[in-house]
C-alpha cells in the first residue's frame, strides 16, 4: 500500500506541485473563455475544472494528464444551454458521465490502439494552429505594452531554462507568468487581464441537483447531448492519453481513463459545473514543467480553487 501511494503520488513531490502551479495559473482564462463559448457563467467552467481536476487526480486512468472543462466540449452545448438552460446542461453533464463509465466497463477505451500515429499526429498539429489563431484577437489594436511583454514572456519561457543551476529546477512558463504579472503591476500597465474575461467566483461550490423533471421528455432532450459530449470527450482523453504516453515513454489504462472522466463529469455536475474532458495543451504544460504523477492534477485543481475565491483581486 505505502509503495504504491510513493509511486503514484510521492515519486516527484517538487516537480509534480511546481506543474501543477503553472497549470492552475493557465487554467482559469481558459476556464472562463471555455463558459463564455458554451454561454454560461464563468464560475461554471471554474467549478468544473477544480471538480474534475482534483476527481480526476484519484481515479483516473493516466497519471500526470490533466482534465478540466474544454472548448471542445463546450461546442456541444451552446445550443442546449441556449433552447433549455443551465439546469438541462448539468442534468446532460450527469448522463454524460454515466455514458462513459458506460464505455469503460465495455473496454471501449482499448480501441486506442487502433488509430494511427498521423492521426495523433494531425490532431496536435490542428489544435496548435487553432490555440494560435484563437490568441491573435488578443494581439490586436492593443498598445505596444501588450507586444512587449509577449515577446518578453516568450523568451523567458525559452531560454530560462538554460540558466545554470535553476534553469532545471522551476518550470520556466512559472517563472514567465509570475515575473511579467509583477511587472505589470508595479508599472501599471494598461494591458487585458484575466479579470477582464468574466467575473470569477467568490464562494466554494456546493452540491446541486438539477432542478428538471424526471421523466422521458427530460430524457429525450438530453440523450443526444450527453451522448455527443460522452463521446468527443473521450476520443479527446484518450488521444490525449497517447500523447502523455509518449512523452514519458510509458504506458496508461485507457479503460479506467474512460471510468474516471465519467467519476469526474458526475461530481462537476452535482457541483454546479459542465462537463470535461483531458486537455492536451495543459496536459502537454504539465509534462513539460516536470509533472509526472497525480499529485501534479490535484495541485491544480486545489489551486486554481483557492486563486479564484480566495484570491481573485491578485488574479
Known sequence: MLQSLKNTWLFNIRGDVLAGLVVALALIPEAIAFSIIAGVDPKIGLYA??????????????PGMISAATGAMALLMVTLVKNHGLEYLLAATLLCGVLQIGAGYLKLGSLM????????????????????????????NVSWHVYAMTATGLAIIYLFPYVPKIGKVIPSPLVCILSMTAVAMVLGLDIRTVGDMGELPDTLPIFLWPDVPLNLETLAIIFPYAAALAVVGLLESMMTATIVDDLTDTTSDKNRECKGQGVANIASGLLGGMAGCAMIGQSVINVKSGGRGRLSCLTAGVVLLLMVVFLSDWV
Open 49 to 62: 475544472s477544480f471538480c474534475i481536476a482534483v476527481v480526476i487526480a484519484f481515479v483516473g486512468g493516466r
Open 113 to 140: 490502439r487502433f488509430v494511427s500515429r498521423s492521426v495523433v499526429t494531425g490532431f496536435v498539429n490542428a489544435l496548435a494552429i487553432l490555440i494560435f489563431m484563437a490568441q491573435l484577437p488578443e494581439l490586436t
